[in-house]
């Protein structure tokens, strides 16, 4: 990426001199109070008392308290306009929304921005002195974002307890504390979700929503659009261009759409399952990223920020620089013609979308103000993400994606140490026999001195549905997950103890063991796939779990 030169906010700096840690907790205990008091009053005797086993009976209270706080979310959020949010949102000290998971502060602040960005409001605004937008900083104006985050937090306390009930967890309901209840779920399954959680937390796929997985190294940008990852990390030793320190939020990085073009040119798969909106996101994620890498100040502001603010006639002109290359690049890996007809038409289809709030949707990608726009490119790199969620469906489709899949896991297998030699690349997508009959297929494998690790890829779908915690899809997965385990268990045994077969013959390799592996980290309450088949693998794993333990191990455990 181009060299960036980091600035210190001051909004930022007035904004935490007025929002003190105390001052919140003071102000959020107040809201939470009243907003107990505001359920109860409009719910009356649907409201759950004591413990509750039966987690559809709790996902139902669960869902209609949630609909009351969406309203009272949204009564605050019509106060002020969306951009005027997103630009108090993206300064609010981090207290504000931090958890014991990093991904809390990140589905927090999303669920706050995707509200916000529905308002209707207008808001007055002025230009400071180097040419940036500025919002009024007052203590009213605090205590508004107090009110209003301070209800985000409940709100998103009531997501939490939907997903425990998902997976099938007790809540208990206390008239004397949180309204929403309390998850109350067994030491197992309290253990089972604390791992899953901070499994997630150390990071998942950018196409966990397809089923496959990205094996492209972002170092061309020719195929490539922007994308904008949440991090949060102080920056000291980068350059600044006021002097001191500053803190960077954002991180961009080069997406490159080579595996999704990969995917969707092949025969089997129709465009047909494409959100409408998501051509012109990538339209727009490849414009600013032209816009950004050509710019004097890079990504300095979008590192800190996250968005981008042009006058529309200039984001217009940021759109037609390029355009034929861009309608080009974008119709080629989507495989469709049905693309945004111009410049305007893409904005107006970005600036229409808005998000949804359960299952999270991120948005808007495009918020305005006067003759601004705000170009939010975590908001679009987010909702393209959301929008690339294939159709869970069998037949052609799914064999098109698990063959994808396979194809990516070995790539990225191949990225380290342990890419296997070519005798051993043979038997990649190979059937093995041993007396006449079938074991397997071998989807993927890795080497490693004496070691040999064979591969069962499954391509599930981390769906809107199963994000949401519902309680049937989650149970599935957890089920066929625990099945393929099992299955390739017995196959991998059977080759350990007939490592010679009809046409194989892994003799040389004193350790076979074998692994399951999926795009996305999935949950599963206990049992065999939770399991390790050596030191930190677990017996189902993520392909990036997979790749970092191929990395590790290669280094540290050279005798596996």
Request: proline share 4%; charged share 20%; with cysteine.
């Amino acid at each position: 990426m181009a060299e960036t030169y980091l600035v210190i906010d001051r909004p930022t700096e007035e904004i935490a001199a007025l929002l003190t840690y105390e001052r919140w907790r003071a102000g959020a205990g107040r809201r939470f109070t009243q907003l107990n008091y505001l359920t109860r009053a409009a719910l009356g005797s649907k409201c759950l008392i004591g413990l509750c086993d039966e987690p559809h009976r709790a996902t139902q209270f669960l869902q209609e308290v949630r609909v009351f706080i969406e309203t009272e979310a949204h009564k605050i959020a019509a106060r002020y306009s969306p951009f005027r949010w997103l630009w108090y949102l993206r300064r609010l000290p981090n207290f504000v929304f931090a958890g014991q998971l990093k991904s809390t502060a990140a589905y927090d602040s999303a669920l706050a921005e995707c509200v916000s960005g529905l308002s209707l409001a207008s808001s007055p605004f002025r230009i400071a002195e180097d040419g940036s937008i500025r919002y009024r900083i007052k203590n009213d104006v605090i205590e508004v974002l107090i009110d209003y985050c301070a209800t985000i937090v409940y709100l998103s306390q009531i997501h939490t307890n939907l997903r425990w009930a998902g997976k099938g967890s007790a809540v208990r309901f206390d008239p004397g504390d949180f309204l929403v209840g309390c998850p109350k779920p067994t030491e197992d399954l309290e253990q089972a979700v604390h791992l899953y959680d901070k499994r997630c937390d150390e990071g998942g796929d950018v196409f966990g929503r397809i089923g496959t997985t990205d094996v492209s190294t972002g170092g061309s940008t020719a195929d490539s659009v922007l994308a904008m990852q949440l991090v949060q990390r102080s920056n000291e030793d980068l350059p600044s261009a006021s002097g001191g320190s500053a803190f960077v939020r954002f991180s961009p990085r080069r997406l490159s759409l080579e595996s999704l073009t990969t995917l969707l040119r092949d025969g089997r798969i129709k465009s047909d399952w494409l959100d409408p909106v998501t051509p012109a996101l990538l339209m727009l994620l490849r414009a600013m990223l032209r816009f950004h890498l050509g710019s004097h100040l890079g990504f300095s502001m979008v590192q800190m920020r996250g968005y981008s603010v042009l006058k529309k006639q200039e984001l217009l002109l940021t759109l037609a620089d390029g355009w034929c290359e861009g309608h080009n690049l974008v119709a080629n890996a989507l495989q469709t013609a049905a693309l945004p007809a111009n410049p305007t038409d893409l904005l107006e289809t970005a600036r229409n979308r808005s998000g949804s709030l359960w299952p999270l949707h991120p948005g808007p990608p495009i918020r305005t103000e006067g003759n601004l726009l705000c170009c939010d490119l975590y908001a679009a790199t987010a909702q393209l993400m959301s929008n690339l969620e294939f159709p869970s469906d069998t037949g052609q489709t799914a064999n098109a994606r698990s063959e994808h899949f396979e194809v990516a896991v070995q790539a990225r297998i191949d990225a380290t140490p342990w890419r296997p030699d070519e005798d051993r690349r043979n038997f990649i997508q190979r059937t093995i026999r041993v007396g006449g009959r079938n074991i397997t297929d071998l989807d993927a494998l890795a080497q490693y001195g004496n070691t040999l690790l064979l591969v069962s890829c499954k391509s599930k779908i981390y769906s809107a549905r199963y994000d949401a915690g519902d309680f049937q899809v989650v149970r599935n997965y957890a089920s066929e997950i625990e099945k393929a385990v099992n299955e390739w268990t017995q196959k991998v045994q059977t080759i350990r103890t007939q490592p010679v077969g009809d046409n194989y013959d892994f003799r040389s390799f004193r350790n076979i063991l074998g692994v399951v592996v999926l795009p996305h980290v999935f949950f599963v309450p206990g049992g065999v796939a939770l399991e390790y088949v050596a030191d930190g693998l677990y017996a189902a794993a993520s392909v990036t779990e997979l790749e970092r333990w191929l990395n590790d191990t290669g280094r540290t455990h050279p005798d596996v």
